[in-house]
Antibody, heavy 123, light 106 residues
Framework: QVQLQESGPGLVKPSGTLSLTCAVS?????????WSWVRQPPGKGLEWIGE???????NYNPSLKSRVTISVDKSKNQFSLKLSSVTAADTAVYYC????????????????WGQGTLVTVSS | SYELTQPPSMSVSPGQTASITCSGD??????AYWYQQKPGQSPVLVIY???QRPSGIPERFSGSNSGNTATLTISGTQAMDEADYYC?????????FGTGTKVTVL
């Protein structure tokens, strides 16, 4: 059973870069799935950030595209998120998730999710 | 960008039926997925491809999707179903979440 675990600093200074890693266990990141990042500001709804395939292909939320980079490390079975020029508005719980679908490599639903990690942007 | 609208909140009595709607332009032309999120927890998939239940999800959860509206129905609602619910389709290389509905069981 695939499990995901986020890790990274819980506090980032304004104008800095947020960096998180998602470790995949119980399965291979080179499987026929996309891998995504989703965030949730405190008390608010869910927002998709972007996704990556093991080939390195990426898609990003247009509203964040200029600041987001998602990369994959197949040797470590993990993928990572970098969000630059952060402000207080980027304070959120950040989740990583596998994109599942009936058709291999297609888009679909998020399952499973990691437990999430709170990142606070503050000086 | 594609926008989805859900009622912010709803209340339901134990044993009654809760119907949560998600509205978006031609939503019925896309697959809808639904997530349940309890306080302090990660979202959990409860419906995929409009009306399919993942293993382990109780039969009281069902879904439909037609026209501009997808609906998640909880039949015989139980106290443990109190949570936030989000819809999510995939559209043009982007995933969008609904605004979320807080379901209170009282």
């Amino acid at each position: 059973q695939v499990q995901l675990q986020e890790s990274g600093p819980g506090l980032v200074k304004p104008s800095g870069t947020l960096s998180l890693t998602c470790a995949v266990s119980g399965g291979s990141i080179s499987s026929s799935n996309w891998w995504s990042w989703v965030r949730q500001p405190p008390g608010k709804g869910l927002e998709w950030i972007g996704e990556i395939y093991h080939s390195g292909s990426t898609n990003y939320n247009p509203s964040l595209k200029s600041r987001v980079t998602i990369s994959v490390d197949k040797s470590k079975n993990q993928f990572s998120l970098k969000l630059s020029s952060v402000t207080a508005a980027d304070t959120a719980v950040y989740y990583c998730a596998r994109v599942s679908s009936v058709v291999p490599a297609a888009r679909g639903w998020f399952d499973p999710w990691g437990q999430g990690t709170l990142v606070t942007v503050s000086s | 960008s594609y926008e989805l609208t859900q009622p912010p909140s709803m209340s339901v009595s134990p044993g009654q039926t809760a119907s949560i709607t998600c509205s978006g332009d031609k939503l019925g032309d896309k697959y809808a997925y639904w997530y349940q999120q309890k306080p302090g927890q990660s979202p959990v998939l409860v419906i995929y491809q409009d009306n399919q239940r993942p293993s382990g999800i109780p039969e009281r959860f069902s879904g439909s999707n037609s026209g501009n509206t997808a609906t998640l129905t909880i039949s015989g609602t139980q106290a443990m179903d109190e949570a936030d619910y989000y819809c999510q389709p995939w559209d043009s290389n982007s995933y969008v979440f609904g605004t979320g509905t807080k379901v209170t069981v009282l």
